[in-house]
């Protein structure tokens, strides 16, 4: 009633669902609240594209959740944000996220198969990142085709207090100077050669990206084929 309301009085046809999860807790009956809700929209006729979020294990490559996502598709979603966040188990328990990289690697060509557009970015840098997690991340990016060059370069974590996270580098002394939760991407790496890669992406991308510059690309090619290859330095990048 309110979506009709919004586009037959006002003419909006684009609605975006802020729910954190619009198939939480990714039950059967939460399913079925959205496929009800899909079929009045189809019925109504009513010409709309919709966005949302949800969570990469609320959806599964079944025949239910098949039929679910082209009911969404049907109902005019175009695009899910996805929470992907990392392609490496360590970092996801880190970050106590419920969803594995195997829900991770299900969920976008479940979406991309009915023309739904998985919208995701990565969490590649953090206080505890390691060479290893790095490679699991970038070999992730690479086996889902994924051409968004932010989710390779400007990916860290912001710390906000009170979190686990924010904990865990206060009691290991891995917050920066100046660290505030205005400033909540001020913090140390443990892994030295982390940090080196950290400072390359933040010289050559993010200031870059600042004054409208990108560093060509074959320098990007460059850099991920010997980081993936475990680079013993960043310099040589230059």
Same mark, same amino acid.
């Given at each position: 009633e309110e979506i009709s309301n919004m586009y037959m009085k006002y003419q909006v046809t684009h609605f975006f669902f802020i729910d954190d999860d619009i198939l939480d807790p990714g039950t059967r009956e939460a399913k079925d609240r959205v496929s009800e809700l899909c079929r009045a929209i189809i019925a109504s006729g009513m010409k709309i594209t919709i966005t !949302? =979020? &949800?969570k990469a294990n609320s959806l599964s490559p079944c025949k239910e959740d098949h039929e679910l996502v082209d009911l969404m598709y049907q109902a005019g979603f175009v695009s899910l944000f996805v929470g992907i966040e990392s392609g490496s188990q360590t970092d996801l328990t880190l970050f106590h996220k419920l969803a594995s990289v195997e829900d991770n690697r299900?969920?976008?060509p479940l979406l991309y198969s009915h023309k739904i557009k998985p919208e995701y970015e990565m969490i590649m840098f953090h206080p505890y990142a390691t060479l290893d997690t790095l490679k699991e991340n970038f070999l992730f990016l690479r086996d889902v085709k994924s051409y968004n060059y932010r989710n390779y &370069? @400007? #990916?860290g974590v912001s710390i906000y207090q009170n #979190? /686990?996270?924010y904990r865990q580098a206060l009691r290991d002394g891995l917050l920066a /100077? !100046? =660290?505030s939760y205005k400033e909540p991407d001020l913090y140390h790496y443990k892994n030295k050669e982390v940090a080196q890669m950290a400072n390359f992406i933040k010289e050559h991308f993010e200031m870059n990206r600042e004054i409208g510059k @990108?560093? #060509?690309a074959d320098q990007l090619v460059t850099y991920f084929y010997r980081f993936s290859r475990y680079s013993d330095s960043v310099k040589t990048m230059e």
């Open positions: !949302g =979020y &949800t299900k969920v976008l &370069t @400007l #990916t #979190t /686990e996270l /100077e !100046g =660290y @990108l560093v #060509t």
